[in-house]
């Protein structure tokens, strides 16, 4: 049998510390189901449920997760392979292996949940459960609970998610080690890309490249790869541009391991891997946002100070080159910046890319001291609150001239005070750069985490400057 990712007192250590919470009921965790590619049998890559995971450790459908909060009980609910299953899958292990593998000592045939649920909700017990995401599990809760599918999402319990992220948005050695491996495994993912950014190369050589790689050595990709010429459009996940000089090339790229723990790093740069002066005027500011405000990051400062910290280094650098003009903390108050770096500074990251999205973005990034804004742009800040010593962040500014957004803006006459349209109109073919490293919170400050990966002007152009070997198929580019 497969191991789980960790030993099984992991998985009971987090169990107990979630019925410390101080809930009562019971927490039911559905394991994610297979989905469907094209036909039913035909199925994605299978990808468990990260709170199954964090909780339960096994990674295969057809399981549920109980906890009793009042009585302390665990059960794993799953049915033991039968013949066919056997033929086609190889053997098994037996349910209660898969239960002791992960610390539990009862298990109970699926079919039997509907009458450990139907049990406790005639004995007015309250049923928790987080909002799933897909809708598989959405009709099977709804069934099991009575409630119409499409407002299972909004029945699922605050509770149970304030606890769980509050256990999971603080990060253990065990965890940190597992999201530094797949930093690691980023690192050959995007110092490959950069020495195949020549001229002539199509993105999806690149692209399917790195994925590879992630799948070689890992898991998948943790989302999947943006990488594009187009680097102006913030998911570009079309792949079909031939590089040529003068392009910025942005690889947005990161890995999953099997414990789920993933790795979301950006690097850009310029086809060919010389930078002209204005590409490096512009990616000299995104990485000074990007190093000036990682440097801030300490406990105690809400993640937005760092957010608005490097606005204020994008617009003061852009005034510098005469493309934003003005008092720079006006026009950061303003919200001019955002005409350039139209998203947030950065998110939690985890066993999900986004840590934890799923239960509600506000739950994770947010807290009764800091709300969210509902501003253009800073609206799409994930995490504002305070940095507390385990918490793992991305920090990825970034530089874009989205040629719809300037003439949107500049027909509105929207930041007119703090716009050089004339000359905005001039780097419309720029395309966009983004810097992106993933950061632990330590007690006295921050560490950037894994193998360094070229950031410098000089570091990247002396890996861009090596060539990968790359054998293309006779006929098919
Ligand atoms: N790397 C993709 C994202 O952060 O949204
Ligand atoms: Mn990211």
Known sequence: ??????????????RTALKQAGLSGIALFPANPEAAFNYPANTYHYRQDSHFSYFFGLN?????????FDSGEEILFGNDVDIDDI????????????????????????DKLEAFVNKARSQGRKIHFLPPYRAKVMMHLGQLLDIPAHEVRNSASVELIKAVVSLKEIKDELEIKEI?????????????????????????????????????????????????????????????????LGRMLVIDAGCELASLYSSDITRTVPVGGKFDTRQREIYEIVLKAETESIAAMKPGMEYREAHFLAARIIASGLKDLGLMKGDVDEAVAAGAHTLFFPHGLG???????????????????????????????????RMGKKLRPGHVLTNEPGIYFIPA????????????????????????????????????VTPDGHRILGKPIPKTVAEVEATCAQTREWIRVPGVF
């Open 1 to 14: 049998m497969k191991a789980l990712p960790f030993d099984k007192s992991v998985y009971i250590n987090r």
């Open 60 to 68: 295969m459908p057809g399981l549920a997760g109980w906890i009793d």
């Open 87 to 110: 033929i086609w899958m190889g053997p098994q292990p037996a349910m209660t292996e898969l239960g002791a593998s992960a610390g539990i000592g009862q298990t109970q045939p699926y």
């Open 180 to 244: 530094e491996k797949a930093v690691d495994i980023a690192w050959l993912m995007h110092t490959t890309a950069m020495k195949m950014a020549k001229p002539g190369i199509i993105e999806q050589e690149i692209a399917g490249t790195i994925e590879g790689i992630a799948l070689s050595l890992a898991g998948p990709v943790s989302f999947p790869v943006i990488l594009s010429v187009d680097g102006q459009t913030l998911h570009n996940h079309n792949h079909h541009n031939t590089l040529s």
């Open 347 to 381: 998110h939690m990251l985890g066993m999900d890319v986004h840590d934890m999205e799923g239960l509600g973005e506000n739950y994770v990034g947010y807290d009764e001291h800091t709300h969210r804004a509902k501003e253009f742009g800073t609206a799409y800040l």
């Open 405 to 440: 957004l300037i003439d949107k803006f500049r027909a509105e006459g929207k930041f007119e005070a703090f716009v050089n349209y004339n000359k905005v109109e001039t780097y419309k073919d720029f395309g966009g750069i983004r810097i992106e490293d993933d950061v632990l």
